[in-house]
């Protein structure tokens, strides 16, 4: 006869919540032990204490492998990356759009234009991850030869990338937040152009500021020359490199499926590094699964072509799978639904709701380390107070992407961190404090629901909800 299970008290969860939090961060900062052992630790560790609610084993052992299940196409998507971004330097698509990029794109405005480039590529793929790996590895390449700081070119990437997954009717984040809260898709794209679009625009006014101060007299000349001589005498650079990219933006803007699009790119790219840069099949197989690596003797050629392949991304996907199992039991077991609930009932204004909603969705992308954690959550638990304040479900969806979506490449420790991280070479704390349309979009939609402006209403608002609002 199976126990009784119990509902965990806010003593409990809040005891729970503490140790998790406190097991991962002393291992880490004490110690200096791997996000993914202490995080695969603190999950096992975890587990007598799910039992004592009155769970079986073989229940919360069902509670994380169900959660780790949503994982399996992110890092099916993961790998294809990893594959391609070392194939696409094999086949000097990612050498000639340096290259080219080093000739065309003025210094001053580089930054900008990286913004603006990022932003078409991810709301045509619908994919921040290929942009970043694709776009965003040789945005960073002309960066670093042009002189600017991989901080603030990264930052520029990944405001670009994020732009675009979070406006594309492509994007899985784009369809899964309306789905949550019973949106429309089209409804819920075009009520966040309010949001989005004025923190769009002063984040290009700014990336545009900040590259005014680079010019000419910025770049280090020789370092420039070595790379571009580098990169022209060891690389066919003509019309081929760039035949992987249109092959992969053919595919996923006709809408193929994101992981056998990215693999035929990485698959093009090898053939591509065969039958013109002259490299061997056993040699691209190798470059498949362990990345390019090249000794050239100039750190500037290394530091941007050594990277890639199936192997870089193995750590990523561990932490990520062990980052949902974790995320599974203080979900399923009641923990992180009795935290919440402790506060959310208190909610007395619009406002307050939109503030909670926000400080939810940044708390549960932390702690379940991937985007679709948190927009469940936040969805499920968030959606019963919009209706009662009679707020359209796309308010809700709105701010759910205006969070959780447009920051989770920020928390070093989510899939999105470690990702963008790996992609582009950059430690998230480098690159962080450069992400300002991240930071500049929650404001915009603080504002609107403090003054109530673009808060769209249902039509028939029931009379506790009158009453409620403030």
């Known amino acids: 006869m199976n126990q009784k299970i119990k509902e965990p008290s806010l003593g409990y969860s809040l005891m729970i919540l503490i140790m998790v939090i406190g097991i991962i961060a002393v291992g880490m900062l004490a110690f200096g032990a791997a996000i993914q052992f202490m995080v695969f630790s603190t999950m096992l560790i975890l587990i007598p204490f799910i039992m004592k609610l009155g769970y079986s084993y073989k229940e919360v052992e069902q509670q994380i492998f169900t959660s780790m299940l949503k994982a399996l196409q992110p890092c099916m998507i993961l790998l294809a990356v990893g594959v391609l971004i070392g194939s696409w330097i094999a086949s000097g698509t990612v050498p000639a759009l340096i290259y080219y990029g080093i000739h065309a794109v003025s210094p001053q405005f580089f930054l900008v234009t990286t913004l603006l480039l990022c932003s078409i590529v991810s709301i045509a793929t619908g994919s921040s991850w290929t942009t970043l790996g694709t776009a965003g590895v040789a945005m960073m390449g002309v960066g670093h030869s042009l002189g600017i700081p991989v901080g603030i070119t990264a930052g520029a990437i990944i405001s670009g990338a994020y732009f ?21 898709l089209i409804t819920h794209i075009k009520h966040m152009m309010w949001t989005t679009v004025p923190a769009y625009i002063i984040t290009a006014v700014i990336f545009t500021i ?23 005498e060891h690389f066919q650079l003509g019309i081929w490199p760039f035949v992987p990219v249109a092959i992969v933006f053919t595919l996923l803007v006709t809408k193929q499926p994101a992981i056998s699009s990215i693999f035929i790119g990485a698959i093009a790219g090898g053939v591509v590094a065969v039958f013109v840069q002259g490299v061997s099949i056993r040699e691209i197989l190798d470059i498949f699964y362990s990345g390019f690596y090249v000794e050239s003797g100039i750190e500037t050629v290394d530091s941007l072509l050594q990277r890639g392949g199936l192997e870089s991304m193995l750590s990523l996907i561990a932490l990520f799978l062990f980052a949902l199992g974790l995320g599974g039991l203080l979900q399923s077991s009641g923990i992180l639904k009795t935290i919440l609930q402790s506060f959310v009932s208190k909610i007395k204004s619009r406002g307050m709701l939109v503030f909670v909603t926000i400080i939810v969705a940044y708390f549960t992308l932390g702690l379940g380390g991937a985007f679709s954690f948190s927009a469940v959550i936040t969805g ?3 959606k019963p107070l919009y209706d009662k304040f009679n707020l359209r479900p796309e308010n ?7 969070t959780a979506t447009q920051s989770c490449a920020l928390p070093p420790w989510t899939a999105s961190g470690l990702f963008t991280a790996t992609a582009l070479g950059v430690s998230p704390l480098v690159y962080i404090p450069f ?36």
């Open 435 to 470: 992400c300002f349309l991240a930071m500049i979009t929650p404001i915009v939609s603080l504002f609107y629901g403090i003054t109530g402006y673009t808060m769209t209403e249902k039509e028939q608002p029931a009379a506790s909800s009158r009453a409620a609002e403030v």
């Open 164 to 184: 675009g997954d979070k406006m594309s009717p492509l994007s899985d984040s784009t369809n899964l937040s309306p789905a949550v809260v019973g949106a429309e």
């Open 380 to 382: 499920t638990l968030m």
């Open 396 to 402: 809700l969806s709105r701010i759910i992407e205006d």
């Open 210 to 232: 900040v590259g005014l101060k680079y010019d000419a007299q910025t770049i280090n000349s020789a370092d420039v020359n070595s790379l571009t001589i580098y990169l022209s």
